[in-house]
């Protein structure tokens, strides 16, 4: 949202949101640029009802009680009969460039977010649509460094992974390169994007941590990540496979692409919740 408003192409922003007068909700609606919209993305037809003028829609799922799929391809269904022009969709990478598309890998949210990627690119290849669309995918997300129990336990789970390391992004910049795909559709059209801004492993961003802000990373003791990874199977198959596959992107061409990109130590320093000493 934020890359959208501050884009140099003007755009009018129909935020969807199941809640408009929650305080986020309302803190979008004082632009004048954004026009809140009730609804949700596993039923839009009433949306689009009542906005038949949509140039282009971003979706990104969560896992939540509806399933991702069920918050997707009703989107891109009603998107298609609607006549809009683009559909940038929020992933996940799988490998990298070329593995992604081949790879749904054994990680249940990765396998689903495949699935949407099959579903857009097959529906909007259909005779009749001019959709065209744009996959966005991530790695994993600096956000989840946090000084909370959370975030203690996200930096115990990477512990895990050893060596190797870990690709990382903001989420801010997924929303940078959604911007720039909206505002030049001829250079992100059929393209599918790995985003990354920095690649570490543990002991690397805790000395990036502490170089930065100049105190030790939050950290709690190793037992937390295994029982988290014991407790969920699928945050155990994830890091599993941070350890033995990974994620692909190329972040020297990344940045020449988008030089707003951020850093490990950019976020610290920049943008994150930590104060420095």
């Known amino acids: ?3 959208l408003l501050s884009s140099s192409t003007p755009f009018q922003i129909l935020a969807l949101t199941r809640n408009t007068t929650s305080g986020a909700a309302q803190s979008l609606a004082s632009n004048p640029s954004v026009t809140l919209v009730q609804g949700d993305s596993a039923s839009p037809d009433p949306i689009f009802e009542a906005h038949k003028d949509i140039y282009g829609v971003f979706c990104m799922t969560a896992m939540r009680k509806v399933p991702e799929e069920a918050q997707a391809k009703p989107l891109i269904d009603a998107s298609i009969k609607n006549g809009d022009q683009h ?8 490998g990298g460039p070329g593995v992604s598309e081949k790879n749904p890998t054994e990680i249940p949210h990765f396998v689903t977010k495949h699935r949407i990627e099959e579903y857009l690119k097959e529906k909007t290849s259909a005779a009749g649509s001019k959709m065209q669309w744009t996959i966005l995918r991530p790695v994993a997300f600096m956000d989840n460094l946090t000084p909370d129990f959370m975030g203690k336990g996200f930096a115990s789970m990477w512990a895990g992974v050893g060596e190797k390391p870990l690709q990382l ?3 801010r910049d997924i929303g940078l390169f959604a911007a720039r795909a909206f505002a030049n559709p001829e250079a992100y059209k059929g393209r599918a994007v790995t985003l990354a801004g920095d690649e570490l492993n543990l002991k690397q961003a805790k000395k990036v941590f502490k170089d930065t802000v100049g105190y030790d990373m939050p950290e709690t003791y190793g037992f937390v990540g295994s029982g988290l ?6 945050l155990s198959t994830m890091f599993n496979w941070f350890k033995t596959d990974g994620y692909g ?3 020297a061409e990344l940045r020449k ?6 850093s490990f130590s950019q976020w610290l320093r920049e943008s994150s919740g930590f104060s420095k000493q």
């Open 1 to 3: 949202m934020e890359a």
């Open 87 to 94: 559909f940038v969709f929020t992933s996940v990478d799988r």
């Open 249 to 251: 992107a190329n972040i």
């Open 169 to 171: 992004i903001l989420c």
């Open 229 to 234: 990874k014991m407790v969920s199977k699928e």
């Open 257 to 262: 692409e988008e030089p707003k990109l951020q």
